[in-house]
Protein backbone atom coordinates (compact mmCIF):
# COMPACT_ATOMS: atom_id res chain seq x y z
CA UNK A 1 0.00 0.00 0.00
CA UNK A 2 1.56 3.40 -1.22
CA UNK A 3 0.83 7.06 -0.01
CA UNK A 4 2.00 10.59 0.12
CA UNK A 5 2.12 12.96 2.61
CA UNK A 6 -0.62 15.63 1.46
CA UNK A 7 -0.13 18.42 3.91
CA UNK A 8 1.71 18.58 7.33
CA UNK A 9 0.07 20.67 10.05
CA UNK A 10 2.35 23.11 10.95
CA UNK A 11 3.42 24.56 14.59
CA UNK A 12 3.56 21.20 16.07
CA UNK A 13 7.40 19.87 17.88
CA UNK A 14 6.20 16.58 17.01
CA UNK A 15 5.77 16.88 13.35
CA UNK A 16 8.45 19.39 12.95
CA UNK A 17 10.64 16.34 14.00
CA UNK A 18 9.10 13.96 11.84
CA UNK A 19 9.60 15.86 8.68
CA UNK A 20 13.11 16.32 10.01
CA UNK A 21 13.25 12.42 9.81
CA UNK A 22 12.02 12.91 6.36
CA UNK A 23 7.86 12.37 6.71
CA UNK A 24 7.94 15.84 4.42
CA UNK A 25 5.05 17.08 2.10
CA UNK A 26 4.95 15.06 -1.27
CA UNK A 27 7.11 12.33 0.39
CA UNK A 28 5.85 9.05 -0.70
CA UNK A 29 6.12 5.88 1.38
CA UNK A 30 4.87 2.67 1.73
CA UNK A 31 3.31 0.93 4.39
CA UNK A 32 5.33 -2.41 5.61
CA UNK A 33 3.55 -3.90 8.39
CA UNK A 34 0.58 -3.29 11.00
CA UNK A 35 0.66 -4.23 14.26
CA UNK A 36 -1.96 -6.76 15.55
CA UNK A 37 -4.77 -3.91 17.24
CA UNK A 38 -3.69 -1.64 13.97
CA UNK A 39 -0.85 0.47 15.88
CA UNK A 40 1.66 1.18 16.02
CA UNK A 41 2.48 0.60 11.96
CA UNK A 42 5.72 0.49 10.31
CA UNK A 43 5.82 2.44 6.86
CA UNK A 44 8.94 2.63 4.54
CA UNK A 45 10.01 5.98 3.53
CA UNK A 46 13.49 7.55 1.72
CA UNK A 47 15.26 4.09 1.99
CA UNK A 48 14.47 3.33 5.60
CA UNK A 49 11.54 1.95 8.13
CA UNK A 50 9.91 3.64 10.36
CA UNK A 51 7.64 2.61 13.59
CA UNK A 52 4.79 5.56 14.23
CA UNK A 53 1.60 5.04 16.71
CA UNK A 54 -0.95 6.61 15.17
CA UNK A 55 -1.39 9.44 18.26
CA UNK A 56 2.06 10.44 16.41
CA UNK A 57 0.55 10.91 12.75
CA UNK A 58 -2.52 13.36 13.88
CA UNK A 59 -2.07 16.12 11.76
CA UNK A 60 -0.75 14.63 8.94
CA UNK A 61 -2.98 14.33 5.67
CA UNK A 62 -2.16 11.93 3.41
CA UNK A 63 -3.20 10.52 0.40
CA UNK A 64 -2.86 7.05 -1.79
CA UNK A 65 -0.71 6.40 -4.57
CA UNK A 66 -2.17 4.09 -7.11
CA UNK B 1 42.89 36.88 31.25
CA UNK B 2 45.08 34.01 32.27
CA UNK B 3 44.79 30.42 32.05
CA UNK B 4 45.31 27.87 33.92
CA UNK B 5 48.14 25.41 33.04
CA UNK B 6 45.63 22.43 32.73
CA UNK B 7 42.77 24.31 30.30
CA UNK B 8 46.01 25.53 28.32
CA UNK B 9 47.55 22.19 27.73
CA UNK B 10 43.85 20.75 27.10
CA UNK B 11 43.26 23.98 24.07
CA UNK B 12 46.55 22.68 22.31
CA UNK B 13 44.98 19.43 22.13
CA UNK B 14 42.30 18.98 19.07
CA UNK B 15 39.19 18.61 19.65
CA UNK B 16 37.31 15.64 17.17
CA UNK B 17 33.46 15.34 18.39
CA UNK B 18 32.08 12.07 16.54
CA UNK B 19 28.44 13.26 15.15
CA UNK B 20 25.64 11.37 13.30
CA UNK B 21 22.22 10.11 13.03
CA UNK B 22 21.58 7.79 15.64
CA UNK B 23 22.50 3.72 15.06
CA UNK B 24 25.04 4.79 12.52
CA UNK B 25 27.71 3.87 14.41
CA UNK B 26 29.24 6.64 16.28
CA UNK B 27 30.50 4.58 19.45
CA UNK B 28 32.19 1.62 17.14
CA UNK B 29 33.91 3.76 15.31
CA UNK B 30 34.84 5.56 18.49
CA UNK B 31 36.08 2.17 20.03
CA UNK B 32 37.80 1.50 16.90
CA UNK B 33 39.70 4.82 16.95
CA UNK B 34 40.83 5.29 20.76
CA UNK B 35 40.68 1.61 21.75
CA UNK B 36 37.68 1.84 24.54
CA UNK B 37 35.45 -0.22 25.09
CA UNK B 38 31.75 2.00 24.72
CA UNK B 39 28.77 -0.12 25.01
CA UNK B 40 27.72 -0.75 21.28
CA UNK B 41 23.87 -2.46 20.03
CA UNK B 42 22.03 -2.42 16.77
CA UNK B 43 19.42 -0.09 18.09
CA UNK B 44 19.05 3.61 18.10
CA UNK B 45 19.17 5.58 21.24
CA UNK B 46 22.05 3.49 22.88
CA UNK B 47 24.58 6.02 23.72
CA UNK B 48 22.80 9.03 26.11
CA UNK B 49 25.88 10.79 27.33
CA UNK B 50 29.33 12.03 26.38
CA UNK B 51 32.34 10.30 26.26
CA UNK B 52 35.73 11.01 25.60
CA UNK B 53 39.24 9.28 24.83
CA UNK B 54 42.38 9.92 23.55
CA UNK B 55 43.67 9.42 19.93
CA UNK B 56 47.23 9.35 18.38
CA UNK B 57 48.16 9.74 14.82
CA UNK B 58 51.95 9.54 14.49
CA UNK B 59 53.10 12.16 16.71
CA UNK B 60 49.88 14.20 17.29
CA UNK B 61 47.37 13.74 20.40
CA UNK B 62 43.75 14.16 19.46
CA UNK B 63 41.11 14.20 21.71
CA UNK B 64 38.15 12.34 20.48
CA UNK B 65 34.43 12.41 21.77
CA UNK B 66 31.47 10.69 21.55
CA UNK B 67 28.09 11.80 21.37
CA UNK B 68 24.44 10.60 21.55
CA UNK B 69 23.27 10.76 18.06
CA UNK B 70 21.34 13.17 16.33
CA UNK B 71 18.68 13.84 13.41
CA UNK B 72 18.90 17.16 13.36
CA UNK B 73 20.33 20.55 15.17
CA UNK B 74 16.87 20.86 17.02
CA UNK B 75 17.16 18.88 19.96
CA UNK B 76 14.16 17.21 21.42
CA UNK B 77 15.23 15.50 23.92
CA UNK B 78 17.55 15.65 26.70
CA UNK B 79 20.41 13.32 25.06
CA UNK B 80 20.36 15.67 21.96
CA UNK B 81 20.49 18.44 23.98
CA UNK B 82 23.93 16.87 24.86
CA UNK B 83 25.21 16.30 21.76
CA UNK B 84 24.03 19.86 20.23
CA UNK B 85 25.51 21.82 22.91
CA UNK B 86 29.13 19.97 22.36
CA UNK B 87 28.81 20.51 18.76
CA UNK B 88 28.18 24.33 19.71
CA UNK B 89 31.03 24.30 21.64
CA UNK B 90 29.07 24.81 24.82
CA UNK B 91 28.81 21.34 26.51
CA UNK B 92 32.37 20.23 26.63
CA UNK B 93 34.32 22.24 29.20
CA UNK B 94 33.13 25.39 26.72
CA UNK B 95 35.64 23.90 23.78
CA UNK B 96 34.17 24.17 20.50
CA UNK B 97 35.67 20.93 18.29
CA UNK B 98 37.94 21.38 16.18
CA UNK B 99 36.79 19.20 13.88
CA UNK B 100 33.04 17.12 13.16
CA UNK B 101 33.59 13.86 11.87
CA UNK B 102 29.99 13.30 10.85
CA UNK B 103 29.27 9.57 10.83
CA UNK B 104 27.03 8.52 7.89
CA UNK B 105 24.81 5.54 7.11
CA UNK B 106 25.11 4.45 3.81
CA UNK B 107 21.84 2.22 3.78
CA UNK B 108 19.94 5.19 4.86
CA UNK B 109 21.56 7.62 2.69
CA UNK B 110 19.01 10.59 2.44
CA UNK B 111 18.11 10.84 5.92
CA UNK B 112 21.73 11.32 7.07
CA UNK B 113 22.01 13.60 4.67
CA UNK B 114 19.82 15.97 5.63
CA UNK B 115 22.03 15.92 9.19
CA UNK B 116 25.36 16.46 6.81
CA UNK B 117 23.58 19.85 5.29
CA UNK B 118 22.60 21.20 8.59
CA UNK B 119 26.31 20.52 10.15
CA UNK B 120 27.14 22.24 6.87
CA UNK B 121 26.03 25.05 7.66
CA UNK B 122 27.20 24.83 11.25
CA UNK B 123 30.48 26.21 10.07
CA UNK B 124 32.69 23.83 11.07
CA UNK B 125 35.73 21.70 9.23
CA UNK B 126 34.18 18.31 8.70
CA UNK B 127 34.44 14.74 7.53
CA UNK B 128 32.16 12.65 6.75
CA UNK B 129 32.37 9.27 7.48
CA UNK B 130 30.44 6.41 5.39
CA UNK B 131 29.49 3.08 7.47
CA UNK B 132 27.50 0.18 6.50
CA UNK B 133 28.21 0.17 2.61
CA UNK B 134 28.09 -3.79 3.54
CA UNK B 135 24.98 -3.14 3.75
CA UNK B 136 24.00 -1.27 0.81
CA UNK B 137 26.18 -3.94 -1.22
CA UNK B 138 23.89 -6.81 0.51
CA UNK B 139 20.95 -4.58 -1.40
CA UNK B 140 22.84 -5.19 -4.55
CA UNK B 141 23.74 -1.20 -4.40
CA UNK B 142 26.87 0.57 -5.27
CA UNK B 143 28.32 4.08 -3.66
CA UNK B 144 30.66 6.39 -5.38
CA UNK B 145 32.34 8.13 -2.70
CA UNK B 146 34.33 10.31 -4.75
CA UNK B 147 31.18 11.92 -6.39
CA UNK B 148 29.84 11.82 -3.02
CA UNK B 149 33.28 13.67 -2.16
CA UNK B 150 32.73 16.58 -4.46
CA UNK B 151 28.70 17.18 -4.00
CA UNK B 152 29.30 17.36 -0.11
CA UNK B 153 32.64 19.35 -0.73
CA UNK B 154 34.06 17.36 2.24
CA UNK B 155 36.33 14.46 2.58
CA UNK B 156 34.77 11.39 2.45
CA UNK B 157 35.70 8.42 4.10
CA UNK B 158 34.80 4.74 4.19
CA UNK B 159 34.91 2.68 7.22
CA UNK B 160 33.53 -0.77 7.77
CA UNK B 161 33.40 -0.60 11.50
CA UNK B 162 34.02 -3.54 13.52
CA UNK B 163 36.82 -5.04 10.54
CA UNK B 164 38.42 -1.66 11.63
CA UNK B 165 38.80 -1.11 7.53
CA UNK B 166 39.44 2.50 6.81
CA UNK B 167 40.42 3.39 10.31
CA UNK B 168 43.87 4.32 9.05
CA UNK B 169 42.26 6.58 6.38
CA UNK B 170 40.44 7.71 8.46
CA UNK B 171 43.39 9.00 11.24
CA UNK B 172 45.18 10.61 8.42
CA UNK B 173 41.78 12.33 7.20
CA UNK B 174 41.77 14.14 10.57
CA UNK B 175 45.15 14.73 10.72
CA UNK B 176 45.03 16.60 6.97
CA UNK B 177 41.65 18.59 8.01
CA UNK B 178 43.23 19.65 11.06
CA UNK B 179 45.60 21.55 9.08
CA UNK B 180 43.99 22.69 6.25
CA UNK B 181 40.36 22.28 6.58
CA UNK B 182 37.97 22.11 3.77
CA UNK B 183 34.24 24.03 4.08
CA UNK B 184 31.66 21.86 3.10
CA UNK B 185 29.17 22.89 0.50
CA UNK B 186 26.49 25.72 1.36
CA UNK B 187 24.36 24.81 -1.84
CA UNK B 188 21.22 23.48 -0.66
CA UNK B 189 18.95 25.35 -3.15
CA UNK B 190 16.66 27.35 -1.11
CA UNK B 191 14.38 29.49 -3.13
CA UNK B 192 15.98 33.01 -3.63
CA UNK B 193 13.81 35.22 -1.89
CA UNK B 194 14.35 33.16 1.51
CA UNK B 195 18.21 33.43 0.74
CA UNK B 196 18.49 36.88 0.09
CA UNK B 197 16.06 38.13 3.14
CA UNK B 198 17.72 35.40 5.45
CA UNK B 199 21.69 36.93 4.13
CA UNK B 200 20.11 40.35 4.52
CA UNK B 201 18.67 40.01 8.28
CA UNK B 202 22.15 38.50 8.80
CA UNK B 203 24.15 41.16 7.99
CA UNK B 204 21.92 43.45 9.72
CA UNK B 205 22.18 40.94 13.21
CA UNK B 206 25.85 40.96 13.39
CA UNK B 207 26.34 44.85 12.50
CA UNK B 208 24.68 45.14 16.04
CA UNK B 209 26.41 42.32 17.36
CA UNK B 210 23.92 39.19 17.14
CA UNK B 211 25.94 36.42 15.50
CA UNK B 212 23.43 33.99 14.41
CA UNK B 213 24.10 30.91 12.15
CA UNK B 214 22.06 31.49 8.63
CA UNK B 215 20.14 28.46 9.36
CA UNK B 216 18.37 29.85 12.20
CA UNK B 217 17.48 33.14 11.28
CA UNK B 218 15.89 31.20 7.62
CA UNK B 219 13.72 29.20 10.38
CA UNK B 220 12.73 31.75 11.72
CA UNK B 221 11.67 34.01 8.73
CA UNK B 222 9.34 31.15 7.55
CA UNK B 223 7.88 30.16 11.42
CA UNK B 224 7.99 32.67 14.48
CA UNK B 225 10.56 31.69 16.90
CA UNK B 226 9.71 32.62 20.26
CA UNK B 227 13.49 32.64 21.54
CA UNK B 228 14.70 34.21 18.33
CA UNK B 229 12.26 37.56 18.52
CA UNK B 230 12.93 38.34 22.29
CA UNK B 231 16.58 38.34 21.77
CA UNK B 232 15.88 41.58 19.52
CA UNK B 233 13.29 42.35 21.24
CA UNK B 234 15.58 45.77 22.13
CA UNK B 235 16.31 46.90 18.97
CA UNK B 236 13.21 48.05 17.79
CA UNK B 237 14.96 48.20 13.55
CA UNK B 238 15.73 44.78 13.70
CA UNK B 239 12.41 43.75 15.11
CA UNK B 240 10.52 45.70 12.46
CA UNK B 241 12.98 44.63 9.93
CA UNK B 242 12.70 40.67 11.26
CA UNK B 243 8.79 41.21 11.02
CA UNK B 244 8.47 42.64 7.63
CA UNK B 245 10.96 39.95 6.09
CA UNK B 246 8.48 37.30 7.71
CA UNK B 247 5.37 38.97 6.30
CA UNK B 248 6.34 39.42 2.73
CA UNK B 249 7.49 35.55 3.03
CA UNK B 250 4.09 34.55 4.30
CA UNK B 251 2.26 36.53 1.55
CA UNK B 252 4.61 34.62 -0.93
CA UNK B 253 2.86 31.75 0.46
CA UNK B 254 6.35 29.86 1.60
CA UNK B 255 5.40 26.96 4.00
CA UNK B 256 6.82 26.73 7.04
CA UNK B 257 8.52 23.52 6.43
CA UNK B 258 10.44 24.36 3.43
CA UNK B 259 13.56 24.92 5.46
CA UNK B 260 13.09 21.12 6.23
CA UNK B 261 11.64 19.86 2.86
CA UNK B 262 14.38 21.92 0.54
CA UNK B 263 17.40 20.01 2.80
CA UNK B 264 15.57 16.77 1.71
CA UNK B 265 15.27 17.38 -1.96
CA UNK B 266 18.88 18.13 -1.69
CA UNK B 267 19.60 14.91 0.04
CA UNK B 268 17.59 13.13 -1.99
CA UNK B 269 19.14 14.47 -5.11
CA UNK B 270 22.40 13.99 -3.70
CA UNK B 271 21.60 10.01 -3.04
CA UNK B 272 20.44 9.41 -6.55
CA UNK B 273 23.51 10.60 -8.06
CA UNK B 274 25.77 8.51 -5.58
CA UNK B 275 24.16 5.48 -5.31
CA UNK B 276 24.01 3.14 -8.44
CA UNK B 277 21.63 0.64 -7.94
CA UNK B 278 21.98 -2.97 -10.23
CA UNK B 279 18.62 -4.34 -10.92
CA UNK B 280 16.01 -2.91 -8.42
CA UNK B 281 14.41 -5.94 -9.39
CA UNK B 282 16.79 -8.49 -7.88
CA UNK B 283 16.81 -6.91 -4.52
CA UNK B 284 17.49 -9.59 -2.16
CA UNK B 285 16.01 -9.70 1.43
CA UNK B 286 18.61 -9.41 3.91
CA UNK B 287 18.69 -12.00 6.96
CA UNK B 288 17.63 -9.49 9.67
CA UNK B 289 14.27 -9.07 6.89
CA UNK B 290 13.70 -12.61 7.14
CA UNK B 291 13.63 -12.50 10.77
CA UNK B 292 11.63 -9.17 10.74
CA UNK B 293 9.25 -10.82 8.73
CA UNK B 294 8.69 -14.21 10.90
CA UNK B 295 9.13 -12.30 14.79
CA UNK B 296 6.52 -8.98 13.87
CA UNK B 297 4.43 -10.97 11.58
CA UNK B 298 0.45 -10.60 12.74
CA UNK B 299 0.26 -14.26 13.40
CA UNK B 300 3.54 -15.83 13.56
CA UNK B 301 4.73 -12.73 15.73
CA UNK B 302 2.35 -14.00 18.14
CA UNK B 303 2.80 -17.75 18.01
CA UNK B 304 7.13 -16.96 19.30
CA UNK B 305 5.64 -14.08 21.45
CA UNK B 306 3.24 -17.13 23.28
CA UNK B 307 6.35 -20.02 22.18
CA UNK B 308 8.89 -17.99 24.48
CA UNK B 309 6.24 -17.03 27.33
CA UNK B 310 5.82 -20.38 27.75
CA UNK B 311 9.31 -21.58 27.84
CA UNK B 312 10.09 -18.90 30.34
CA UNK B 313 7.69 -20.39 32.46
CA UNK B 314 8.33 -23.65 31.81
CA UNK B 315 12.02 -23.10 33.08
CA UNK B 316 10.84 -21.22 35.79
CA UNK B 317 8.81 -24.01 37.69
CA UNK B 318 10.04 -27.21 35.89
CA UNK B 319 13.32 -27.22 34.12
CA UNK B 320 14.89 -25.74 37.31
CA UNK B 321 13.27 -28.55 39.25
CA UNK B 322 16.13 -30.87 39.14
CA UNK B 323 18.42 -27.93 39.61
CA UNK B 324 16.64 -27.16 42.74
CA UNK B 325 17.24 -30.95 43.74
CA UNK B 326 20.52 -31.18 42.98
CA UNK B 327 21.20 -27.88 45.09
CA UNK B 328 19.17 -29.45 48.14
CA UNK B 329 21.36 -32.58 47.71
CA UNK B 330 24.71 -30.59 47.69
CA UNK B 331 23.67 -28.63 51.05
CA UNK B 332 23.10 -32.21 52.48
CA UNK B 333 26.31 -33.31 51.63
CA UNK B 334 27.97 -29.81 52.73
CA UNK B 335 25.94 -30.38 55.62
CA UNK B 336 27.39 -33.69 56.74
CA UNK B 337 30.90 -32.63 55.74
CA UNK B 338 30.47 -30.03 57.96
CA UNK B 339 28.74 -31.75 60.35
CA UNK B 340 31.31 -34.47 60.98
CA UNK B 341 34.25 -31.96 61.68
CA UNK B 342 31.99 -30.42 64.43
CA UNK B 343 32.47 -31.87 67.38
CA UNK B 344 29.48 -32.92 69.77
CA UNK B 345 27.40 -32.81 66.13
CA UNK B 346 27.57 -35.33 64.04
CA UNK B 347 26.72 -35.53 60.28
CA UNK B 348 22.92 -36.82 61.10
CA UNK B 349 22.30 -34.35 63.72
CA UNK B 350 23.01 -31.21 61.43
CA UNK B 351 21.28 -33.19 58.32
CA UNK B 352 18.23 -33.92 60.83
CA UNK B 353 18.23 -30.61 61.98
CA UNK B 354 18.53 -28.85 58.67
CA UNK B 355 15.34 -30.98 57.57
CA UNK B 356 13.81 -30.00 60.55
CA UNK B 357 14.20 -26.80 58.87
CA UNK B 358 12.79 -27.59 55.66
CA UNK B 359 9.55 -29.49 57.61
CA UNK B 360 8.97 -26.70 59.45
CA UNK B 361 9.15 -24.36 56.65
CA UNK B 362 6.68 -27.05 54.30
CA UNK B 363 4.21 -26.85 58.14
CA UNK B 364 4.10 -22.50 57.56
CA UNK B 365 2.97 -23.77 53.77
CA UNK B 366 0.85 -25.97 55.31
CA UNK B 367 -0.67 -23.42 57.24
CA UNK B 368 -0.66 -20.59 54.89
CA UNK B 369 -2.92 -23.10 52.75
CA UNK B 370 -5.70 -23.48 55.89
CA UNK B 371 -5.68 -27.00 55.97
CA UNK B 372 -7.06 -28.66 58.81
CA UNK B 373 -4.94 -29.50 61.53
CA UNK B 374 -6.35 -32.47 62.43
CA UNK B 375 -5.97 -33.75 58.43
CA UNK B 376 -2.12 -32.59 58.95
CA UNK B 377 -1.98 -35.02 62.32
CA UNK B 378 -3.14 -37.78 60.17
CA UNK B 379 -0.12 -36.83 57.75
CA UNK B 380 2.04 -36.60 60.16
CA UNK B 381 1.08 -40.27 61.48
CA UNK B 382 0.70 -41.59 58.08
CA UNK B 383 3.76 -40.73 56.87
CA UNK B 384 5.05 -43.32 60.08
CA UNK B 385 7.73 -41.05 61.20
CA UNK B 386 7.43 -41.00 64.90
CA UNK B 387 4.64 -43.21 65.72
CA UNK B 388 2.13 -42.32 67.69
CA UNK B 389 4.21 -40.95 70.23
CA UNK B 390 4.53 -37.76 68.25
CA UNK B 391 0.97 -37.10 67.86
CA UNK B 392 1.41 -33.31 67.91
CA UNK B 393 0.04 -30.94 70.20
CA UNK B 394 0.37 -27.43 71.59
CA UNK B 395 -1.29 -24.34 72.23
CA UNK B 396 -4.75 -24.85 71.23
CA UNK B 397 -4.74 -22.07 68.49
CA UNK B 398 -5.52 -23.56 65.39
CA UNK B 399 -2.57 -21.58 63.40
CA UNK B 400 0.07 -22.21 65.74
CA UNK B 401 -1.03 -25.79 65.79
CA UNK B 402 -0.18 -26.02 62.18
CA UNK B 403 2.78 -24.14 61.74
CA UNK B 404 4.86 -25.12 64.90
CA UNK B 405 3.54 -28.72 66.07
CA UNK B 406 5.52 -29.94 68.93
CA UNK B 407 6.90 -33.15 69.48
CA UNK B 408 7.31 -34.51 73.31
CA UNK B 409 11.08 -34.76 73.41
CA UNK B 410 10.76 -36.93 75.95
CA UNK B 411 8.28 -38.92 74.59
CA UNK B 412 10.66 -39.99 71.88
CA UNK B 413 13.03 -41.26 74.63
CA UNK B 414 10.17 -42.60 76.15
CA UNK B 415 9.40 -44.39 73.38
CA UNK B 416 12.78 -46.01 72.65
CA UNK B 417 13.06 -46.86 76.10
CA UNK B 418 9.31 -48.28 76.87
CA UNK B 419 7.65 -50.54 74.63
CA UNK B 420 3.98 -49.51 74.75
CA UNK B 421 3.34 -48.15 77.52
CA UNK B 422 2.47 -44.40 76.66
CA UNK B 423 0.33 -45.65 73.43
CA UNK B 424 -3.14 -44.86 72.81
CA UNK B 425 -5.02 -47.91 72.59
CA UNK B 426 -5.71 -46.95 68.99
CA UNK B 427 -2.43 -47.23 68.00
CA UNK B 428 -1.24 -49.79 70.32
CA UNK B 429 -0.75 -52.21 67.30
CA UNK B 430 1.28 -50.14 65.10
CA UNK B 431 4.70 -49.93 66.85
CA UNK B 432 6.70 -51.83 63.81
CA UNK B 433 5.61 -48.49 62.16
CA UNK B 434 8.07 -46.08 64.47
CA UNK B 435 11.49 -44.29 63.18
CA UNK B 436 11.70 -45.86 59.79
CA UNK B 437 11.03 -42.81 57.57
CA UNK B 438 13.50 -40.65 58.48
CA UNK B 439 16.87 -42.70 56.99
CA UNK B 440 18.07 -42.98 60.15
CA UNK B 441 18.09 -45.89 62.64
CA UNK B 442 16.44 -45.32 65.49
CA UNK B 443 19.53 -44.98 67.33
CA UNK B 444 20.81 -42.15 65.43
CA UNK B 445 17.44 -40.70 65.28
CA UNK B 446 17.35 -40.44 69.35
CA UNK B 447 20.77 -39.25 69.42
CA UNK B 448 19.94 -36.31 66.90
CA UNK B 449 16.23 -35.58 68.13
CA UNK B 450 18.06 -35.08 71.39
CA UNK B 451 20.30 -32.56 70.48
CA UNK B 452 17.86 -30.44 68.24
CA UNK B 453 16.80 -27.40 70.31
CA UNK B 454 13.16 -27.42 71.45
CA UNK B 455 12.08 -24.77 69.07
CA UNK B 456 13.73 -26.36 66.26
CA UNK B 457 11.53 -29.46 66.62
CA UNK B 458 8.32 -29.78 63.76
CA UNK B 459 6.59 -32.31 62.19
CA UNK B 460 7.90 -34.27 60.19
CA UNK B 461 6.45 -35.10 56.96
CA UNK B 462 7.81 -36.06 53.60
Redesign the interface.
Known amino acids: MKARVVK ?1 A ?2 S ?1 KL ?2 L ?4 L ?4 EFVVN ?4 FGDPV ?1 IKL ?3 RLCLRKAETVGIEIEAVE | MGKSPATAKAASIPLVAIVGNPNAGKTTLFNSLTGSHQKVANYPGVTVEKVSGNLKIGKLQVECIDVPGLYSLSAVSSDEEVAVEVIHGRGYGAREPDLLVCVVNAANLERNLFFVSQLAEARYPLIVVLTMTDLLHLRDENIDITKLSNLLGVDVVEVVGQKGAGIQELKDAIERNLESPKHPTKEFGFPISLETKAAALRERLSRAGFDYPISTIRTALLERNTEFEASIQDTPELKNAYEQAHLELQEEGMPASTEVATRYQWSAMVAKAVIEAADKKRRRRTRSDKIDYILTHRVFGLIVFFGVMYLTFQSIYTFARPLMNGMTAGFNWIGNLVGSHLGGHSGAAVAARGRAHQRRWDSAHLSASNIDPILLHCRARGNRLFGPRCVPHGPASRLVRVERPRIHSSSVELRMRDTGNHVRPRYAGRKEQTCHDSGCSPHELQRASSRIPPADRGVYRT
Open positions: IPDPKRQEMGTEGTKVAPERGY
